[in-house]
């Protein structure tokens, strides 16, 4: 007896949309691919074709989709209004479907590569796909494709290490930054962020935000200081969470919903990612 397409997807579904936004950095954009992928599933299992394995099908399909609607969005964000984040990634404290180990910083990382190079680095890497099904996935020899994986690992993993932060520690940096900034400290804010902290925020050119990235902490201080004085009673903790890996925390600023992220070394904040545009704030909503 053959085994049901529908259930057969659903399984794989959670990683795929993974794997999807992991290479379009849209929960959108990542639906629909996933949702294309299904639709050539379904189609291919009703002509009675034999498919020696289902992931690897799959996964091929996704990869392949994905990569035609990267070129789009490569061309849509060289003429983003500001700073392009992307979409955040909350996560629930026990969310199992976080394998990938991927950061917000290193999404943007991402950012940087072809492609193909961001193909083959997801699928070998992260997604620990065989060098030979990702060379069949991008359409490129091994040999190339073990290339392309190289120079994605060399501008990815080396850039941007990975540190772990317990979930309380984060929780709590997240707060009290959320309070010294409420509360308009300086102290607390000078203490708390790196020399060369940066900050980026994403309005889409929709809501206010800082087209520019904003570096240094006696500017970021400044900043949040001013932020205060004009804004300070329209500011509303929601909660604190896990965004793309980083210690974060929801809240209202001037009636609007933001996301803020913040990467943590050493116990100070080295960068500030703060997502405002509504239109990527549909998940925040449904969380």
């Not at 074709?49 to 994905?66: K, N, Q, Y």
């Not at 959320?178 to 509360?183: E, I, V």
């Not at 708390?192 to 800082?210: H, P």
Request: charged share 25%; aromatic share 6%; glycine share 8%.
């Amino acid at each position: 007896m053959r085994p049901d397409p529908a259930a057969t997807f659903e399984t794989e579904r959670p990683r795929l949309l993974r794997l999807a936004y992991r290479m379009l950095g849209s929960h959108a954009e990542a639906e629909d691919a996933v949702q294309d992928a299904y639709l050539r599933w379904h189609g291919t299992m009703e002509t009675g074709a034999e498919i020696a394995s289902a992931p690897a099908w799959l996964t091929r399909t996704v990869s392949r989709l994905c990569l035609d609607r990267m070129k789009s969005a490569r061309s849509r964000r060289e003429t983003y209004p500001g700073t392009w984040l992307p979409e955040p990634l909350i996560e629930a404290e026990d969310d199992a479907l976080r394998p990938d180990n991927l950061t917000l910083s290193l999404m943007l990382a991402l950012e940087r590569l072809s492609p193909l190079e961001r193909a083959a680095f997801l699928l070998h890497d992260v997604f620990g796909q065989p060098l030979d099904e990702v060379a069949e996935t991008v359409g490129r020899s091994p040999a190339a494709t073990r290339q392309l994986a190289s120079r994605a690992r060399a501008h990815v993993r080396l850039d941007q290490p990975r540190y772990e932060i317990p979930r309380e520690t984060g929780d709590e940096i997240a707060r009290a930054f959320f309070a010294a900034c409420s509360t308009g400290d300086a102290t607390a804010l000078g203490a708390m962020l790196a020399e060369s902290a940066t900050l980026r925020s994403d309005g889409g050119g929709k809501v206010l935000s800082y087209p520019n990235v904003i570096e240094g902490a006696p500017n970021l201080v400044r900043l949040f200081l001013g932020l205060h004085r004009k804004f300070g009673e329209a500011m509303e903790f929601l909660e604190a969470t896990v965004i793309d890996g980083l210690p974060g925390f929801v809240a209202r600023f001037d009636g609007h919903l933001q996301t803020t992220a913040l990467e943590i070394v050493g116990g100070r904040i080295v960068a500030i990612y703060v997502t405002r545009n509504p239109d990527k704030l549909a998940g925040v909503l449904r969380h």
